[in-house]
């Protein structure tokens, strides 16, 4: 397996835990984590809901481009990485493979449901907790669009040790690479 492999969902969904056991069950591979490329701000850091907004809006938008550069930057040495962030909708996503192009990025959506999300999320270590209250609009989001694109994989009844497990064994086959819209209008003129 080569390239990205961009797991998403909802907080609480398994992102982190699932991208690192993944990793350890693939011969080469690097974890890349949006919080972790975030955390490295030690002052002045606006989480990306936070205020002042526009201050939040830069500061994702860095924590996207840095995300990318070092998921590049392992996949070109080798590596295949297992980044886990929230992507919220098509045009963030697009800008993701606009800033990984040309490697190859596949997708899957981790899809316990809004339910054990909020459990899980609740239920985890306070410093890991995420103030987040909107799922119903980040799921419908995420429904309506990626549903095209990526694996919706249903963890609510899965261990983390059997989704790592089903990942690692069927991203290839129930995954494609994403052909970003980014650039539609170039690929449609020259044909391709």
Not at 9 to 25: F, Q
Not at 48 to 54: C, T
Request: glycine residues 6%; proline residues 4%.
């Amino acid at each position: 397996m080569s390239g990205c492999v961009i797991v998403t969902g909802m907080p609480g969904a398994g992102k982190t835990t699932i991208t690192d056991l993944v990793g350890r069950l693939l011969p080469r591979s690097a974890q890349v984590s949006g919080d972790v490329v975030n955390m490295m701000i030690r002052s002045g850091q606006v989480r990306f809901m936070g205020r002042p907004s526009a201050e939040a809006l830069l500061q994702d938008e860095l924590c996207n481009r840095n995300t990318c550069s070092l998921a590049n930057n392992f996949i070109d040495f080798g590596f295949t990485v297992l980044m886990d962030t929230v992507l919220v909708d098509r045009a963030e996503l697009d800008f993701f493979m606009a800033l990984m192009s040309p490697r190859p990025v596949r997708l899957v959506v981790l899809a316990p449901g809004i339910e054990v999300c909020r459990y899980r999320n609740a239920n985890r270590d306070s410093q890991e907790q995420f103030d987040f209250q909107d799922y119903e609009r980040l799921e419908a989001d995420m429904v309506r669009e990626f549903t095209d694109v990526g694996w919706w994989l249903d963890t609510s009844d899965m261990t983390a040790q059997a989704t790592a497990e089903q990942i690692a064994a069927e991203v290839m086959t129930r995954t494609v690479v994403i052909n970003p819209d980014w650039n539609a209008w170039l690929r449609r003129l020259h044909g391709s």
